[in-house]
């Protein structure tokens, strides 16, 4: 029961962090286009920039994971 | 010391449980998207919201091995599939930039149909059904 409880509450927090960081995400390019439509002009390169640099650093976070997860296999 | 299956399969319960919120936040999202997002007007804006979706598939990738539902050679592959998605992506941005609209968005499309591919993999992950 407990370990059922722990297990549940591992599948809730990562569905949960999962959903969040899409979010961020998600917003992050939604406020880019917004901002770019009411100013009447496409995304511009610096924009763009912003985009790639957040992959980025999301790319090397996960290479970070991956990593640390290799060595403990 | 890969921790994978050691408290043992699921319940019924719990996976029910499991799909119940992914469906409250998948409410959630689609609910911030008819707020604040919106439909992307030209190829330059809908590469904006697939480089957002090259990165939401590494963040998802990074929880999953967190999470210890997938291991590390899948996050590796999955890492490539959104490298492969990037570089496509990359390719129609310097194609638009060219003023060649027709090779950008074939570009677009191509990222497009490795991410949701790649989408669909963590989503049937995320809901622990392996």
């Known amino acids: 029961m407990t370990n059922n409880t722990s297990q549940l509450a591992e599948n809730i927090l990562t569905a949960t962090q999962i959903a969040l960081n899409a979010l961020a995400i998600a917003q992050m390019a939604s406020s880019i286009i917004l901002k770019a439509q009411r100013e009447g002009r496409d995304v511009s390169n610096e924009e763009m920039a912003q985009m790639r640099v957040a992959d980025d650093v999301a790319r090397a976070t996960l290479e970070a994971q991956i990593k640390a997860a290799e060595s403990k296999a | ?130």
């Open chain 2, 1 to 130: 010391m890969y921790r994978h299956n050691t408290i043992g399969p699921p319940s019924l319960l719990q996976n029910a449980a499991f799909v119940i919120g992914l469906l409250l936040l998948s409410l959630m999202l689609t609910s911030c998207s008819q707020v604040s997002l919106t439909k992307p007007q030209t190829t330059r804006e809908g590469l904006v919201y697939a480089y957002a979706g090259v990165t939401t598939a590494r963040n998802t990738t990074g929880s999953l091995l967190s999470a210890n539902k997938i291991t590390p050679a899948q996050a590796r592959t999955y890492q490539n599939l959104a490298d492969n998605a990037r570089s496509a992506l990359d390719l129609g941005d310097t194609f638009l930039a060219k003023g060649d609209q027709g090779q950008a968005q074939t570009h677009l499309q191509l990222a497009q149909n490795v991410l949701n591919q790649l989408t669909a993999t963590l989503a049937f992950y995320s809901g622990d059904k392996k």
